[in-house]
């Protein structure tokens, strides 16, 4: 699986980013049910601003539409009498205003504030006011009975009853069943501005048919069973004005105007009830029964209020509990992903130390020849011994890698200097044989003439010199010093004279004069080999007809600089940065290049003195080895110490201490 493009890079990164998804997810879930439950809420407490923006001018509207009925019945039952049609008029023009009013109210108002059902039953009651005209001139033209007007305009004030049961349709539970209560109690106001326009259009009619009568009669019970059914259902506070205007006079002189009603029958209830009282007591009860819903849904409105006020501290509450959850949870995630970062960056950092520092240092104190202490150089994490999850099990199989790798360092080491002193006693006894045979072959070239004898002689002390200085070889690759010592300076001429002579090809190397300069006593063995090393290259990598040629010269600072140039092929960039590495950092070379030793045991020979050896291209192909003496490698010589000087003698007196470091006492 790939990771795409700006994945995160570190361990606390991907903790974070596996903490921050989830909690992403929570808050949208927690945003989406807190919209949601508070969105229900807040339509609560918008209720009665909606209602009185939107409803009150809906109901006013369906108000003046019912007395527009009333005087509409009594002018068709009155016939020809024109009073009846100047109140009717006079009316629909107070009832044009209050349906322009309510049309300007649905059309301009804050309709955002509303759901789909609410405008839906807005734009239906404003339609179904445009039928008002179409009823209107039929009625001027007497077109139309007074009691199918009566219908006809019941159905025009029918949609009123659904835009207050939709505006209190967000209220849930008891507040829905409130708010239904309401609305179905103002539909006793509709039943009593019915009876007055049925009983208008009778009295003016003079007479009242029974299908007419019969639906008086249905009326008025329907008023009643409304009533009785539903003023029961309201809160105490809304329920105790209604049983307030039963008791009081007004409620008495409606019941009784509609039971005279009932029992006039059709042929005298025109007549039943004076036009007067009836009048008056129907316009006061519609009036109050106005009075009375309103009153009831404004109690509605302000308990669906204090209800969503209610439920909306508690959203809040719980809101506010969900953030602080939310927030602990992503704190502690990062809590937690910092405490694990920091427990693998000391792994990290542990890691680091191990390889940058300690190891490197251990392998340093352990190539100086100290002791080493595993146990103490590996020490554990801090804590990590008490930490028994993942990361503490990785910290101490760490440690224990660690451990292992000192104490594999320390065991190599020792094994190392197990092998350099296996190769110490082995070079130190060839040593002395080598002194040893050196000193037979020179007594026996002193006593013997024949020439033939004494070539052969020379060969034999040609190749135990040779013999000697890879005896030598061994001895400085094993970290200790060749036994030969002088006692005093050395001519730098003898010194390479002496070296040349340790080569098998000694013939092929030309060596120029020299300026009569010194090399001190105690560097005399080391220059000697370290020159021999290099002739001996020069002449290996050159063709064997060609010669290897020196240059010397002093210094700019006081040293001597002696070059030597082969005529082979050269060496290649890398093969060159390769060979200068090794001259400059002998302790880094690896053994197992054992092409390159002899340049091995030049850069320690030098190291050990501070001689300065650079390789570069020769102009005659090859490759020039250039050895800079310094002022503390070279020493005046005295009077007495010439190109002649007896070396044998030195070396005479060296061979005890030879022996003795070889631990051989062979005879």
Same mark, same amino acid.
């Given at each position: 699986?790939?990771?795409?493009?700006?994945?995160?890079?570190?361990?606390?990164? *991907?903790?974070?980013?596996?903490?921050?998804?989830?909690?992403?997810?929570?808050?949208?879930?927690?945003?989406?049910?807190?919209?949601?439950?508070?969105?229900?809420?807040?339509?609560?407490?918008?209720?009665?601003?909606?209602?009185?923006?939107?409803?009150?001018?809906?109901?006013?509207?369906?108000?003046?539409?019912?007395?527009?009925?009333?005087?509409?019945?009594?002018?068709?039952?009155?016939?020809?009498?024109?009073?009846?049609?100047?109140?009717?008029?006079?009316?629909?023009?107070?009832?044009?205003?209050?349906?322009?009013?309510?049309?300007?109210?649905?059309?301009?108002?804050?309709?955002?504030?509303?759901?789909?059902? #609410?405008?839906?039953?807005?734009?239906?009651?404003?339609?179904?006011?445009?039928?008002?005209?179409?009823?209107?001139?039929?009625?001027?033209?007497?077109?139309?009975?007074?009691? *199918?007007?009566?219908?006809?305009?019941?159905?025009?004030?029918?949609?009123?009853?659904?835009?207050?049961?939709?505006?209190?349709?967000?209220?849930?539970?008891?507040?829905?069943?409130?708010?239904?209560?309401?609305?179905?109690?103002?539909?006793?106001?509709?039943?009593?501005?019915?009876?007055?326009?049925?009983?208008?259009?009778?009295?003016?009619?003079?007479?009242?048919?029974? *299908?007419?009568?019969?639906?008086?009669?249905?009326?008025?019970?329907?008023?009643?069973?409304?009533?009785? %059914?539903?003023?029961?259902?309201?809160?105490?506070?809304?329920?105790?004005?209604?049983?307030?205007?039963?008791?009081?006079?007004?409620?008495?002189?409606?019941?009784?105007?509609?039971?005279?009603?009932?029992?006039?029958?059709?042929?005298?209830?025109?007549?039943?009830?004076?036009?007067?009282?009836?009048?008056?007591?129907?316009?006061?009860?519609?009036?109050?029964?106005?009075?009375?819903?309103?009153?009831?849904?404004?109690?509605?409105?302000?308990?669906?209020?204090?209800?969503?006020?209610?439920?909306?501290?508690?959203?809040?509450?719980?809101?506010?509990?969900?953030?602080?959850?939310?927030?602990?949870?992503?704190?502690?995630?990062? *809590?937690?992903?910092?405490?694990?970062?920091?427990?693998?960056?000391?792994?990290?950092?542990?890691?680091?130390?191990?390889?940058?520092? #300690?190891?490197?240092?251990?392998?340093?104190?352990?190539?100086?020849?100290?002791?080493?202490?595993?146990?103490?150089?590996?020490?554990?994490? %801090?804590?990590?011994?008490?930490?028994?999850?993942?990361?503490?099990?990785?910290?101490?199989?760490?440690?224990?890698?660690?451990?292992?790798?000192?104490?594999?360092?320390?065991? #190599?080491?020792?094994?190392?200097?197990?092998?350099?002193?296996?190769?110490?006693?082995?070079?130190?006894?060839?040593?002395?044989?080598?002194?040893? #045979?050196?000193?037979?072959?020179?007594?026996?070239?002193?006593?013997?003439?024949?020439?033939?004898?004494?070539?052969?002689?020379?060969?034999?002390?040609?190749?135990?010199?040779?013999?000697?200085?890879?005896?030598?070889?061994?001895?400085?690759?094993?970290?200790?010093?060749?036994?030969?010592?002088?006692?005093?300076?050395?001519?730098?001429?003898?010194?390479?004279?002496?070296?040349?002579?340790?080569?098998?090809?000694?013939?092929?190397?030309?060596?120029?004069?020299?300026?009569?300069?010194?090399?001190?006593?105690?560097?005399?063995?080391?220059?000697?080999?370290?020159?021999?090393?290099?002739?001996?290259?020069?002449?290996?990598?050159?063709?064997?007809?060609?010669?290897?040629?020196?240059?010397?010269?002093?210094?700019?600072?006081?040293?001597?600089?002696?070059?030597?140039?082969?005529?082979?092929?050269?060496?290649?960039?890398?093969?060159?940065?390769?060979?200068?590495?090794?001259?400059?950092?002998?302790?880094?070379?690896?053994? %197992?290049?054992?092409?390159?030793?002899?340049?091995?045991?030049?850069?320690?020979?030098?190291?050990?003195?501070?001689?300065?050896? %650079?390789?570069?291209?020769?102009?005659?192909?090859?490759?020039?080895?250039?050895?800079?003496?310094?002022?503390?490698?070279?020493?005046?010589?005295?009077?007495?110490?010439?190109?002649?000087?007896?070396?044998?003698?030195?070396?005479?007196?060296?061979?005890?201490?030879?022996?003795?470091?070889?631990?051989?006492?062979?005879?």
């Amino acid at each position: 699986m790939r990771w795409p493009i700006g994945r995160p890079t570190t361990v606390r990164a *991907r903790i974070v980013a596996l903490a921050v998804a989830p909690v992403i997810a929570l808050l949208a879930l927690w945003s989406f049910a807190m919209w949601s439950v508070t969105g229900e809420l807040r339509a609560l407490v918008r209720v009665q601003g909606v209602y009185e923006d939107f409803g009150t001018p809906v109901d006013t509207a369906v108000g003046q539409i019912q007395i527009e009925r009333r005087l509409s019945a009594a002018y068709l039952g009155a016939g020809h009498r024109t009073d009846t049609a100047v109140d009717l008029l006079e009316q629909q023009r107070r009832t044009d205003r209050a349906v322009g009013a309510m049309r300007d109210a649905i059309r301009d108002g804050d309709r955002d504030r509303l759901s789909g059902r #609410q405008r839906q039953v807005l734009d239906a009651v404003a339609e179904s006011s445009g039928a008002l005209e179409s009823l209107r001139r039929r009625v001027l033209s007497r077109d139309i009975t007074w009691d *199918r007007a009566v219908d006809e305009f019941g159905a025009l004030v029918e949609p009123g009853f659904d835009v207050q049961s939709s505006l209190t349709s967000r209220q849930a539970g008891q507040l829905a069943r409130e708010a239904q209560v309401v609305t179905e109690l103002v539909r006793v106001r509709e039943f009593v501005s019915r009876e007055d326009a049925l009983v208008a259009g009778a009295r003016a009619a003079g007479t009242l048919t029974d *299908r007419q009568y019969d639906t008086l009669t249905a009326t008025v019970e329907h008023r009643r069973v409304f009533e009785r %059914t539903y003023v029961p259902d309201l809160p105490a506070d809304s329920r105790a004005l209604f049983e307030e205007f039963r008791r009081g006079d007004l409620y008495r002189e409606l019941t009784a105007s509609e039971d005279a009603l009932l029992r006039a029958g059709a042929d005298g209830a025109g007549e039943a009830v004076a036009a007067g009282s009836w009048r008056t007591t129907t316009d006061r009860a519609v009036e109050r029964y106005m009075l009375l819903c309103t009153e009831s849904a404004v109690n509605a409105a302000e308990r669906a209020r204090a209800f969503a006020h209610r439920e909306l501290a508690r959203a809040v509450a719980v809101g506010v509990l969900g953030l602080v959850a939310v927030g602990l949870s992503l704190w502690q995630a990062l *809590r937690g992903a910092r405490r694990i970062s920091r427990r693998l960056e000391a792994l990290r950092d542990a890691a680091d130390v191990l390889t940058a520092r #300690q190891l490197p240092d251990v392998m340093a104190r352990l190539s100086a020849g100290e002791e080493v202490d595993a146990a103490v150089e590996a020490l554990p994490l %801090t804590g990590a011994e008490a930490v028994t999850d993942e990361i503490g099990q990785v910290g101490r199989s760490f440690d224990a890698a660690r451990r292992a790798a000192v104490e594999a360092a320390v065991r #190599q080491a020792a094994l190392r200097r197990g092998m350099d002193a296996v190769l110490l006693n082995i070079a130190r006894r060839n040593q002395a044989l080598v002194h040893r #045979q050196l000193k037979l072959v020179d007594t026996l070239e002193r006593r013997t003439q024949d020439p033939d004898v004494l070539e052969e002689l020379f060969r034999i002390d040609h190749l135990t010199t040779r013999m000697r200085r890879h005896a030598e070889g061994l001895i400085i690759l094993s970290g200790a010093a060749p036994g030969r010592r002088w006692r005093r300076p050395v001519p730098v001429a003898d010194v390479v004279s002496s070296a040349v002579s340790e080569i098998e090809d000694y013939a092929r190397v030309e060596v120029p004069p020299m300026e009569r300069l010194g090399v001190a006593a105690d560097a005399v063995a080391d220059v000697a080999h370290l020159v021999a090393e290099l002739v001996e290259n020069a002449t290996m990598f050159s063709p064997p007809h060609t010669r290897v040629t020196m240059r010397t010269g002093r210094a700019a600072r006081g040293g001597f600089v002696l070059e030597v140039d082969d005529r082979g092929l050269g060496l290649s960039a890398e093969q060159l940065d390769l060979a200068r590495r090794t001259l400059t950092r002998p302790d880094d070379f690896d053994p %197992t290049r054992h092409e390159r030793l002899g340049l091995y045991v030049v850069g320690r020979l030098a190291a050990r003195h501070g001689i300065q050896v %650079t390789l570069s291209g020769s102009p005659y192909g090859g490759t020039t080895a250039a050895v800079l003496l310094p002022k503390g490698v070279l020493a005046p010589l005295d009077a007495e110490t010439d190109g002649a000087t007896d070396h044998g003698a030195d070396e005479e007196a060296d061979e005890a201490a030879v022996r003795s470091a070889a631990g051989t006492d062979d005879p």
